[in-house]
């Protein structure tokens, strides 16, 4: 863990009554929610919480009723578990950017760029060769004269970041060139073929593999990054950020206190002015930036293209846009955590995660006819955790506690296709904008940070529902008296019995919430994973089939069709986790809310 500059405390979520608003708004130091969901304009609105008098209701402190109706979806999730969290922060997390030399990105402009330049096809190889010495020459040269390694990686299990850490670590590097890596990877490119057909020669682009540099640098604004230059036509660039990292260097900068663990930000001194700061991030003039480095580490390009200028054309080929919940007690997100990823697990919807990523919904609640793509929700350990992530073709929203105090709801954006924004047409300087195409192109970031924030907060609102309204009594009711099943007596659950208790964890366990399980899944955690002989195999697998009936008897899991799996019902997850609850409730917690 790191520590920012100094420390003061920061004040929580505060809930006060109407009339205390405007002197609260002053002082609070509640979490700023920006970024509406679908307005057409780019303005970014504080706003605040309350919480009703005896008279009042929930209100939002916005001056804008519009904006406040739109980002009061996130605030249901905040007033749900108002006494557990401490703050939300919103913005950028890693973004990948892409540079394009249009001109020269599909077969036909790369030929009429030869014919510009007098190259015939005959004559292609060798032009081609030189232009890729001339470019490894200079970044060379350009290492040499910064005094910076240029390592080969031969192998693609290598984390080229970890070996950048390690160099800047070592050489105490904090600013400027770290080194320079090199590895042979995909690319697309163009070569020169004989048509048999036609008896003459062709251009034709294809994939293919080529030398590749990575550059690693502590950039001045945007901290640790680096720049991936492919050393081929058409020499395209991927410029790699991270925006926690860039949050994290301008807090430095403004001498806001943090804690910080890896990728997040745990503690904030100024969750307003961080807030601030990160809206700002949306401002950035991302061609003069970008410029700035073609020139610094790509000086060959202008020695290239010198008798033909081409400039570069920047896109956002992926975002990732976290909010991230800022909780009190590393224990209280590990208490709520779990039933939150069931919830998401298995009542979101194919329909409800369209609906999060903003696509199309019809009146009857499912999917829409036209739709042709594919909607996957999973569940995953990463590191020591587990996340969800429901995909919707190309993008994608996850969910995972990040560094046991941290809920982190992310929305992944790669394809643009189906999202719109309010701009006129390329090349238009009059005339009344209207609601186009979203381009990937840096100009349309504001946009797609709009949308990504609209995302994460019906995610969460969604997620307002997670909450217990029976008792633990009325839950477990029912299993602990005996049922029938197909005219057949069937015993009564026993749920703080050894046995019974073992059998409930079992069916519980995270891993089974999308997929379910089954009868030989159960038995390595029932009875052990050593070896069996076959007649004890067998006696086991009756012993957990009697079980799965019971607990089928009881309502507690349903069986999926035409399968051997097995799924919680929604009585099962409820009654399930209250019992989970219970058993690792202390005495004293237990007393006080029986006082």
């Given at each position: 863990?790191?520590?920012?500059?100094?420390?003061?405390?920061?004040?929580?979520?505060?809930?006060?009554?109407?009339?205390?608003?405007?002197?609260?708004?002053?002082?609070?130091?509640?979490?700023?929610?920006?970024?509406?969901?679908?307005?057409?304009?780019?303005?970014?609105?504080?706003?605040?919480?309350?919480?009703?008098?005896?008279?009042?209701?929930?209100?939002?402190?916005?001056?804008?009723?519009?904006?406040?109706?739109?980002?009061?979806?996130?605030?249901?999730?905040?007033?749900?578990?108002?006494?557990?969290?401490?703050?939300?922060?919103?913005?950028?997390?890693?973004?990948?950017?892409?540079?394009?030399?249009?001109?020269?990105?599909?077969?036909?402009?790369?030929?009429?760029?030869?014919?510009?330049?007098?190259?015939?096809?005959?004559?292609?190889?060798?032009?081609?060769?030189?232009?890729?010495?001339?470019?490894?020459?200079?970044?060379?040269?350009?290492?040499?004269?910064?005094?910076?390694?240029?390592?080969?990686?031969?192998?693609?299990?290598?984390?080229?970041?970890?070996?950048?850490?390690?160099?800047?670590?070592?050489?105490?590097?904090?600013?400027?060139?770290?080194?320079?890596?090199?590895?042979?990877?995909?690319c697309f490119s163009y070569e020169v073929r004989r048509d048999p057909d036609k008896r003459m020669l062709e251009l034709r682009g294809r994939p293919q593999k080529c030398l590749h540099y990575y550059f690693y640098l502590q950039h001045s604004q945007f901290g640790f990054m680096h720049l991936r230059l492919q050393t081929w036509f058409p020499f395209n660039i991927h410029i790699a950020i991270n925006g926690r990292e860039w949050l994290a260097h301008q807090l430095d900068s403004a001498g806001i206190g943090y804690q910080r663990r890896d990728n997040c930000l745990l503690h904030l001194d100024d969750l307003s002015r961080a807030?601030?700061?990160?809206?700002?991030?949306?401002?950035?003039?991302?061609?003069?930036?970008?410029?700035?480095?073609?020139?610094?580490?790509?000086?060959?390009?202008?020695?290239?293209?010198?008798?033909?200028?081409?400039?570069?054309?920047?896109?956002?080929?992926?975002?990732?846009?976290?909010?991230?919940?800022?909780?009190?007690?590393?224990?209280?997100?590990?208490?709520?955590?779990?039933?939150?990823?069931?919830?998401?697990?298995?009542?979101?919807?194919?329909?409800?995660?369209?609906?999060?990523?903003?696509?199309?919904?019809?009146?009857?609640?499912?999917?829409?006819?036209?739709?042709?793509?594919?909607?996957?929700?999973?569940?995953?350990?990463?590191?020591?955790?587990?996340?969800?992530?429901?995909?919707?073709?190309?993008?994608w929203i996850k969910m995972y506690d990040k560094q046991d105090s941290v809920l982190r709801v992310e929305t992944i954006i790669n394809d643009v296709t189906n999202m719109k924004v309010r701009r006129r047409a390329e090349g238009q300087t009059d005339g009344p904008p209207t609601w186009r195409p979203l381009r990937k192109g840096v100009a349309d970031i504001q946009r797609r940070a709009r949308i990504s924030q609209a995302a994460n907060q019906r995610y969460l609102d969604a997620l307002a529902e997670v909450h217990a309204t029976e008792s633990l009594g009325e839950l477990i009711d029912g299993v602990c008296r005996p049922t029938?099943?197909?005219?057949?007596?069937?015993?009564?659950?026993?749920?703080?019995?050894?046995?019974?208790?073992?059998?409930?964890?079992?069916?519980?366990?995270?891993?089974?919430?999308?997929?379910?399980?089954?009868?030989?899944?159960?038995?390595?955690?029932?009875?052990?994973?050593?070896?069996?002989?076959?007649?004890?195999?067998?006696?086991?697998?009756?012993?957990?089939?009697?079980?799965?009936?019971?607990?089928?008897?009881?309502?507690?899991?349903?069986?999926?069709?035409?399968?051997?799996?097995?799924?919680?019902?929604?009585?099962?997850?409820?009654?399930?986790?209250?019992?989970?609850?219970?058993?690792?409730?202390?005495?004293?917690?237990?007393?006080?809310?029986?006082?």
């Amino acid at each position: 863990m790191s520590q920012g500059t100094g420390r003061t405390p920061v004040a929580p979520l505060q809930y006060m009554c109407l009339e205390k608003r405007k002197r609260a708004l002053l002082a609070s130091n509640s979490p700023r929610d920006i970024l509406t969901s679908d307005a057409p304009k780019a303005r970014l609105a504080p706003a605040g919480i309350s919480r009703p008098g005896p008279c009042s209701c929930y209100r939002t402190m916005d001056r804008h009723p519009r904006r406040a109706s739109e980002t009061a979806a996130m605030k249901r999730f905040l007033r749900t578990h108002a006494n557990l969290i401490l703050g939300v922060l919103s913005g950028f997390d890693r973004l990948r950017f892409r540079g394009t030399l249009r001109w020269l990105a599909y077969t036909q402009g790369m030929q009429m760029f030869l014919d510009r330049t007098h190259v015939l096809l005959k004559d292609f190889k060798s032009y081609v060769q030189r232009v890729t010495n001339q470019l490894r020459e200079s970044t060379e040269n350009l290492a040499r004269q910064a005094d910076r390694p240029l390592i080969y990686l031969s192998s693609p299990s290598v984390s080229k970041e970890q070996c950048a850490r390690q160099i800047a670590e070592r050489d105490r590097i904090d600013h400027g060139l770290i080194c320079v890596l090199s590895a042979v990877e995909s690319c697309f490119s163009y070569e020169v073929r004989r048509d048999p057909d036609k008896r003459m020669l062709e251009l034709r682009g294809r994939p293919q593999k080529c030398l590749h540099y990575y550059f690693y640098l502590q950039h001045s604004q945007f901290g640790f990054m680096h720049l991936r230059l492919q050393t081929w036509f058409p020499f395209n660039i991927h410029i790699a950020i991270n925006g926690r990292e860039w949050l994290a260097h301008q807090l430095d900068s403004a001498g806001i206190g943090y804690q910080r663990r890896d990728n997040c930000l745990l503690h904030l001194d100024d969750l307003s002015r961080a807030q601030d700061i990160c809206n700002q991030q949306l401002r950035t003039r991302w061609k003069i930036v970008f410029d700035d480095l073609l020139a610094q580490f790509h000086p060959a390009h202008a020695e290239i293209f010198r008798g033909l200028p081409v400039e570069y054309y920047w896109s956002l080929e992926q975002s990732e846009w976290a909010t991230d919940v800022m909780f009190r007690m590393p224990q209280q997100l590990a208490d709520l955590y779990p039933h939150l990823l069931r919830h998401a697990a298995h009542d979101f919807s194919s329909a409800e995660l369209m609906r999060f990523l903003g696509r199309k919904v019809p009146r009857h609640g499912g999917v829409h006819g036209g739709f042709q793509g594919e909607a996957v929700s999973d569940v995953a350990r990463r590191s020591d955790r587990l996340r969800i992530k429901h995909r919707l073709d190309r993008n994608w929203i996850k969910m995972y506690d990040k560094q046991d105090s941290v809920l982190r709801v992310e929305t992944i954006i790669n394809d643009v296709t189906n999202m719109k924004v309010r701009r006129r047409a390329e090349g238009q300087t009059d005339g009344p904008p209207t609601w186009r195409p979203l381009r990937k192109g840096v100009a349309d970031i504001q946009r797609r940070a709009r949308i990504s924030q609209a995302a994460n907060q019906r995610y969460l609102d969604a997620l307002a529902e997670v909450h217990a309204t029976e008792s633990l009594g009325e839950l477990i009711d029912g299993v602990c008296r005996p049922t029938q099943c197909g005219g057949t007596r069937v015993r009564a659950l026993q749920p703080w019995s050894p046995a019974d208790a073992q059998l409930l964890a079992a069916v519980n366990r995270p891993e089974f919430l999308v997929n379910g399980f089954r009868n030989r899944d159960l038995r390595p955690i029932l009875f052990g994973d050593g070896e069996i002989s076959v007649a004890e195999s067998r006696r086991q697998s009756a012993k957990v089939t009697r079980q799965l009936r019971m607990l089928r008897a009881h309502g507690l899991i349903t069986k999926v069709l035409h399968t051997h799996r097995y799924q919680l019902t929604l009585r099962g997850r409820k009654t399930l986790t209250a019992l989970q609850a219970a058993r690792q409730a202390s005495a004293e917690q237990l007393a006080q809310l029986a006082a």
